[in-house]
């Protein structure tokens, strides 16, 4: 098969495009053949060195994909040859082959086709995971999330707006927030100009948001806990913004606040295989009646895929880049 490689760590130019030996699938494992992949953050923290796979997984590029069962690894039921899946991936999705647990896929949802199913899986798992399963979002609350035009972004608008929340969102354009908008936000934050912290205050009467979604980590966290409700929960996803900063104890007591801060990439496969099950059950009704969507920037060739990488690091885009295999 073919894959993207990175011999040495590097800028985009570091991803080669290479023939490998074909994956075979283990205990509990099917061979997905790839129609396509997509690019998530996580992917550059890789090929800069920063983010290794986890023992035993693909050490190629790409955490989900889109496919057809090519093979059923021993002890596999409920899945055949042929099958239409996308899947949430520890590795591999750049590539044309890869093998996956059985529990990290999913089927089609309906009303998606096979190259757009490539940018559901992380981040409906993402989302679904931190402010639903750990940040407890229920209707009628506010949540806040940062980069809302992101692949986790759109998917968090519409899945936010599904269950009866209030969604605020930040970026950095007003075309992009003009997107967010389109998806449901209720309140639109331009970063670059704009204090969230006061725009959420305002917002809500000073109540705050009850739950945060944030990809920037160091950067925002003083300003996060004072943008926080009572009793609110959040739910850090990325470092963007820095790994260290000062948290204010007295604030976050007064707040009766809760930080979490979480990946899916190197969890227990149980842990992935339930949050899968629970997208499956939660999520994937909502796309199916079109209240939920992927949301696709672009298409690129899998074998360009620094061109893909590019694309992500100058955000420029809203939702997702997806990758082509040949």
């Not at 936010?160 to 389109?182: P, Q």
């Amino acid at each position: 098969m073919h894959a993207i490689t990175i011999p040495e760590p590097g800028g985009p130019e570091a991803l080669v495009w290479d023939e490998v030996p074909d994956p075979v699938p283990g205990d509990g494992e099917v061979l997905v053949e790839v129609v396509a992949g997509a690019v998530n953050r996580a992917d550059l923290l890789q090929r800069q060195g920063f983010y290794n796979p986890p023992p035993g997984a693909s050490p190629y590029p790409g955490l989900e994909c889109s496919g057809r069962i090519a093979a059923l690894g021993p002890g596999v039921t409920g899945w055949s040859v042929g099958d239409e899946v996308c899947a949430l991936l520890a590795g591999g999705g750049y590539a044309t082959k890869v093998a996956v647990p059985a529990g990290q896929l999913l089927p089609l949802p309906e009303g998606t086709d096979l190259v757009r199913a490539a940018a559901l899986p992380e981040v409906a798992c993402t989302v679904w995971s931190n402010v639903f399963r750990t940040a407890r979002l229920t209707a009628g609350e506010t949540l806040l999330v940062h980069g809302g035009s992101s692949g986790i972004g759109t998917m968090a608008i519409q899945l936010g707006k599904a269950f009866g929340a209030r969604v605020a969102v930040t970026a950095g354009t007003k075309e992009k927030l003009a997107r967010c908008a389109e998806l449901g936000a209720d309140i639109l934050i331009d970063y670059r100009e704009q204090d969230f912290v006061a725009e959420i205050e305002r917002a809500t009467d000073g109540a705050g948001a009850d739950v945060i979604l944030d990809n920037m980590g160091a950067k925002y966290l003083d300003r996060n806990v004072r943008a926080l409700a009572v009793g609110g929960r959040l739910a850090i996803i990325g470092m963007q913004g820095g790994l260290k900063a000062e948290l204010n104890i007295g604030a976050l007591l007064a707040k009766r606040g809760t930080i979490s801060a979480t990946s899916l990439r190197a969890r227990p496969l149980d842990e992935k295989a339930a949050i899968v099950a629970e997208v499956r059950e939660r999520v994937w009704p909502l796309i199916a009646e079109g209240r939920v969507r992927p949301v696709v920037d672009r298409e690129i060739p899998m074998s360009d895929a620094a061109t893909a990488h590019r694309v992500v690091e100058e955000s420029g885009h809203v939702g997702k880049v997806l990758l082509l295999a040949p």
